[in-house]
């Protein structure tokens, strides 16, 4: 990733792995430059301490109450401002867990929990293939302290907003077995339309929900970011952003406070976003290539599962030998790792699934928030690989 592609380096790598948008990237700047106020003698001291600045903090929980309608309103006081929405998860871990407890997270899961949870704490990561209270039971027999439910709303990587129903399911087993429920809503500002998913869950935040039934309103957090996404997110008990410097928290409080700009940025990057997905998935058909179709997040859930088997073209592929725990699971395993190889070959990147610890080799991840020219360059890079993929499979 040290040779990055752009126009005036054509023979860079083309990132289409990493969760980023970068699309709105000259609208930050352009706004930085000529709208934002900083306030030096503000910063020059402790201040208000290491809690945030009260600016930001009374801007976020304004855009916060607006943006995501919580049904108890949220005022400054609520909101904790920590570096990255990876230092939220890995403080609320810190705080709810002791070594060797663990999280439950369904699967597949985006793979930074891993390092977010494990790597201060020493907290396990508890993998959801299907039910929950299934998972927590074996984890109990196992001798394992299970602290809380973590789920990506909307999901890391498959890209979909859980229904309300089901999130209030989550947090009426949470309340039933003493569970903190928390939702990582990092890409509740990257919801866009797609016309093929007609039945699409809306984004309904966790803090949106009457769960007075459900669960202890304490035991209920909800993460949020704002770098990667471009767009401003928060938990519970404090509001995330993706950069700790003080005089940073005006740039992101000017943000906030501006809420004409603010929302016609989110409109304009809904729209871009929307015909980037558009361009990729319509590579993806003409090459006869499957996916699963998003509402939001910035990627594509891929299907190559195809290429790991041999087949021909009479035959029906049997999907079930690519299962995690069928008995060849570390070739296909090896066989997902060399396509993403040969990508990488020819100049782009994009994410294989076994990261994400999903059920079944095959898939991969693809970003699509990338520069137009660099998203029509990746996509061809990945047709050039995949050709190489086709010939190497015939040795299988």
């Known amino acids: 990733m040290g040779n990055p592609w752009s126009p005036d380096n054509p023979d860079g790598t083309i990132i289409l792995r990493l969760a980023e948008?970068?699309?709105?990237?000259?609208?930050?700047?352009?706004?930085?430059?000529?709208?934002?106020?900083?306030?030096?003698?503000?910063?020059?001291?402790?201040?208000?301490?290491?809690?945030?600045?009260?600016?930001?903090?009374?801007?976020a929980a304004a855009f916060w109450t607006r943006e995501f309608q919580p049904r108890e309103n949220i005022t400054l006081d609520?909101?904790?401002?920590?570096?990255?929405?990876?230092?939220?998860?890995?403080?609320?871990?810190?705080?709810?867990?002791?070594?060797?407890?663990?999280?439950?997270?369904?699967?597949?899961l985006y793979n930074g929990f891993n390092v977010d949870i494990m790597n201060r704490s020493n907290v396990r990561v508890i993998g959801v293939p299907r039910a929950i209270e299934a998972a927590l039971r074996k984890a109990e027999n196992d001798g394992i302290v299970v602290r809380?439910?973590?789920v990506s709303h909307p999901h890391n990587p498959l890209g979909r907003c859980y229904p309300p129903e089901t999130m209030k399911e989550f947090a009426s087993i949470c309340g039933e077995n003493g569970l903190h429920f928390i939702s990582d809503e990092i890409y509740a500002k990257s919801v866009f339309n797609n016309p093929a998913v007609l039945d699409a869950a809306p984004f309904v935040s966790a803090l949106a929900l009457d769960l007075r039934n459900a669960i202890d309103k304490t035991f209920v957090m909800s993460s949020i970011a704002q770098a990667r996404t471009s767009a401003p997110m928060a938990y519970v008990s404090g509001f995330i952003f993706s950069w700790s410097p003080h005089v940073l928290q005006d740039?992101?409080?000017?943000?906030?406070?501006?809420?004409?700009?603010?929302?016609?940025?989110?409109a304009k990057k809904i729209n871009l976003m929307e015909e980037q997905y558009s361009i990729a998935t319509s590579f993806f058909r003409e090459h006869g290539i499957r996916y699963y179709e998003m509402t939001a997040g910035l990627y594509i859930w891929v299907d190559l599962r195809h290429f790991l088997l041999p087949h021909s073209p009479s035959q029906e592929i049997d999907f079930g030998a690519l299962k995690v725990t069928a008995p060849d699971a570390a070739i296909y395993k090896q066989r997902e790792m060399?396509?993403?190889?040969?990508?990488?070959?020819?100049?782009v990147m994009i994410a294989p699934g076994h990261v994400y610890m999903p059920e079944e080799y095959g898939w991969f991840q693809v970003t699509f928030t990338v520069g137009r020219e660099a998203?029509?360059?990746g996509l061809r890079r990945i047709g050039k690989s995949l050709e190489e993929v086709k010939v190497e499979s015939q040795k299988w």
């Not at 904790?80 to 810190?94: K, Q, R, V, Y």
């Not at 060399?338 to 100049?347: E, H, P, Q, S």
């Open 78 to 108: 609520n909101i904790f401002i920590t570096p990255g929405l990876a230092s939220a998860i890995d403080a609320l871990t810190w705080s709810i867990c002791d070594e060797g407890d663990g999280i439950l997270i369904p699967l597949p």
């Open 375 to 377: 998203l029509q360059e």
């Open 148 to 150: 809380a439910l973590l």
């Open 251 to 266: 740039v992101w409080a000017a943000i906030f406070e501006d809420e004409k700009w603010l929302s016609d940025f989110m």
């Open 338 to 347: 060399m396509i993403a190889d040969i990508c990488i070959k020819n100049g």
């Open 21 to 59: 948008n970068s699309l709105m990237h000259n609208e930050l700047k352009d706004f930085v430059e000529d709208k934002v106020n900083v306030l030096p003698t503000n910063h020059l001291t402790y201040s208000t301490g290491p809690r945030g600045s009260h600016r930001l903090r009374r801007a």
